[in-house]
């Protein structure tokens, strides 16, 4: 079968969006986590479709939304955002590269290649886990300095994936034995998506971000695997682009340099002189970065000590200079805000400004942040003007966060910024964001940036978190209506959303609108309702287990049914995204759930809408006692999300920090759904 054929075929593209959807990086996967769940709503529909055009050669890749983040270096790295449909196509190009290449080099897996590693066909990641590579690298550099290679030298590239040659890629892929058709069009798609958002086309690099783009620079990057010289006994370990060599004599490392040096030209890549330092090795823990060994004492399995993690940063930031990145990014990923530790962090920023996300994260951790500390956050979004990216993401921490003074004064700053042609996609996204729930947007200002907003990706942020209780109902029935008409399909899948959360179905011909758009429509029953077959809660359920049993739903929930049937489809969008946030929604779904019950049937008692702690709290209430299953559903379903860190702070009854909801949680999920729906209908109510 012909490459291209392999790549659109349905169980490749189905393949390609289950790793979209497990991809561990949650930097990229914030862009994008409700845009993947509202695909997921129509997914098999939506999958047909690009598989159609894909066959019939008429799918066109769209042009990627950059970001633009700071580097320690103060230059900027831009990360490309490309459309969720683009993703999968990316995606399904590299799964067959992924099977092409990996016979060549898994012989070198752990033991001179360290990063990026292919996981097979059968897995739940499309990489294997990021740190037993990155493990293994340090071991192998203690095994190389126990050995006598006690000279090393670091060789690193620069602007890798900038500088990728779409020829020397197409170059090596005909070498791994793929078609020149796929290699030429992965080279079209290429161009497209590393094209600058002023339309100017180049001929190299890949695009930053996306799951794909590290397997892909493989390719390219295992023709350094090759290094040899006769003659001289070496140790050769690559992380990513990052090149460690160790040899026995400072002269032999040099004469390893040069042939690397050779090798780089050959693929038109170029070493970062200024990082390439060759030096005798006397200690080699101080050699090597890493946050796997040894063990922080205060983070284990079950618990953090804040105390000691406290200690452990003021020991790594000597000064409020951090010496060891890594592991502090990783130490204050597991801190829980307080005023001295927010303190220090400011004291920090100012030095290394680059760990501005880092902090942001750590900031959002605050249910509601004190004075002091939203008063230095207003000031950050103030004085900080050179990069939009760390303007974008202190207001992303801000939003919702700050006492009522601050917020006021956060909206008054931030709205002399809003020129929404001109602004940057992400910063425009926040200010937006900001300025509509403070009510300091207009209607008609709200409208047209959901509208017109250059970058698609803004458009579709704007549209989605638009809200029915702050609006009325001709604005958003006119968002709704213009954005199903959007040339680009990720704002037309949000705007389908909302006309669904609103039920509305916008008037005229059809023929306007985004196929996607139309095709979601059809699957939340917007479009032909009436047919009588059509069942959103069961349509959904089916995607989540098809052994769940349908069921008449619409019976059950009576005037309820919609609001019941959005939360469901919701809610089984985000079971392959974030289960954390699938065990609040289905929770959700719960509470209608309890009181359609208690409606239908008089003899279990009274239910209080909003109150599901009423009923589990006991297990012999006559509720329990008749229908076992549902309470067991309600019940654990209750329970996960109460230990939930989308709902609280502290588990009441242990004192201990919430947490996310593990994966784990999804079979167990689905067993207590198939369960409940069987009983009900057994019943008699469903």
């Known amino acids: 079968m012909a490459d291209l054929d392999q790549l659109r075929h349905p169980d490749n593209l189905r393949r390609a969006w289950r790793w979209i959807r497990s991809n561990p990086d949650a930097a990229y996967k914030s862009y994008f986590r409700p845009l993947y769940q509202h695909f997921a709503v129509a997914e098999v529909a939506l999958l047909d479709d690009l598989a159609d055009r894909l066959r019939r050669d008429i799918y066109e890749p769209e042009t990627a939304c950059k970001i633009f983040q700071p580097k320690p270096s103060g230059i ?19 799964n067959l590269i992924a099977e092409k290449l990996y016979p060549r080099i898994v012989r070198r ?9 292919y996981a097979g066909k059968s897995s739940v990641w499309f990489y294997r886990k990021w740190s037993n590579g990155y493990k293994a690298f340090n071991e192998a550099a203690r095994q190389a300095f126990a050995g006598g290679f ?16 779409h020829r020397v890629l197409r170059h090596f892929l005909e070498n791994l034995g793929a ?17 600058t958002e002023r339309g100017i086309f180049h001929n190299h690099g890949i695009p930053q971000g996306p799951l794909s783009s590290g397997l892909l620079s493989e390719v390219v990057l295992s023709h350094f695997d090759d290094l040899k010289l006769e003659g001289v006994d070496f140790r050769y370990l690559r992380y990513v682009d990052d090149i460690r060599l160790f040899a026995k004599s400072e002269h032999e490392l040099r004469r390893l340099l040069v042939s690397l040096d050779l090798l780089s030209k050959d693929v ?16 080699i823990e101080e050699e090597l970065k890493t946050i796997s060994n040894p063990p922080e004492n205060a983070i284990t399995r079950a618990s953090t000590d804040q105390k000691k993690l406290l200690k452990r940063i003021e020991k790594l930031t000597p000064r409020y200079e951090i010496t060891n990145p890594t592991r502090f990014k990783y130490l204050l990923a597991h801190a829980t805000p307080s005023a001295r530790l927010t303190a220090r962090l400011w004291r920090i920023l100012e030095r290394h400004p680059e760990i501005y996300r880092s902090v942001c994260n750590y900031l959002r951790r605050y249910k509601k942040l004190p004075r002091v500390a939203a008063e230095k ?19 992303g921490a801000a939003d919702g966060r700050l006492p009522a003074l601050q917020d006021k004064a956060l909206a008054k700053l931030i709205k002399r910024s809003w020129i929404p042609k001109s602004m940057s996609a992400d910063f425009q996204v926040a200010v937006g964001r900001f300025l509509m729930r403070t009510g300091n947007l207009s209607a008609d200002q709200i409208t047209d940036a959901c509208r017109a907003a250059p970058p698609w990706w803004a458009r579709a942020s704007l549209i989605g978190p638009v809200d029915p209780h702050l609006l009325g109902t001709s604005t958003l029935q006119e968002i709704a209506g213009n954005g199903v008409k959007d040339t680009s399909k990720v704002p037309a899948l949000e705007a389908a959303w909302k006309a669904f959360e609103i039920a509305y179905v916008p008037p005229g011909r059809r023929r306007k609108w985004n196929k996607a758009a139309e095709l979601f429509m059809k699957e939340v029953g917007l479009i032909h309702r009436s047919t ?40 089984v969008a985000a079971s392959g995204v974030n289960i954390t946030g699938f065990a609040n929604l289905l929770d959700v779904f719960n509470d209608l759930l309890l009181d359609a019950v208690f409606l239908a049937d008089g003899t279990v008692g009274t239910y209080t809408l909003g109150k599901p702690g009423s009923v589990t709290h006991t297990s012999t209430s006559a509720f329990a006692m008749k229908y076992p299953k549902t309470f067991a559903l309600v019940s654990d379903v209750h329970n996960a999300r109460y230990e939930s860190m989308y709902s609280h702070s502290l588990i009441r009854r242990t004192g201990k920090p919430t947490k996310k909801i593990s994966f784990k949680f999804l079979p167990k999920a689905k067993k207590l759904i198939r369960e409940c729906a069987t009983e009900l209908v057994s019943a008699g109510l469903a």
Do not use: M
Not at 150 to 165: G, K, M, N, Q, W
Not at 179 to 195: G, P, S
Not at 377 to 395: C, G, H, M, P, W
């Open 76 to 94: 900027l790295r831009p990360i490309s955002l490309l459309t969720v449909e683009d993703q999968i196509v990316y995606q399904g190009a590299v």
């Open 109 to 117: 897996y752990y033991k001179q290649v360290f990063g990026y590693l």
């Open 150 to 165: 006690i000279y090393t030298a670091s060789f690193d590239l620069t602007a890798c994936y900038d500088s990728l040659d």
């Open 179 to 195: 078609d020149q058709d796929f290699c030429r069009k992965v080279a079209e798609w290429l161009e497209k998506w590393t094209a």
């Open 268 to 283: 038109g890549l170029f070493p970062q002189s200024g990082k390439i330092s060759i030096h005798l090795v006397r200690n």
């Open 377 to 395: 956050l207003v000031d950050q979004v103030k004085t900080n003007s050179l990069y939009e990216a760390v303007r974008a993401e202190f207001i």
């Open 532 to 571: 009588v077959s059509h069942c959103g809660i069961n349509n959904a359920f089916a995607k989540l287990d098809k052994h769940i049993p349908g069921a008449n739903w619409k019976n059950l929930f009576s005037g309820r049914y919609a609001q019941a049937e959005r939360q469901a489809i919701e809610t």
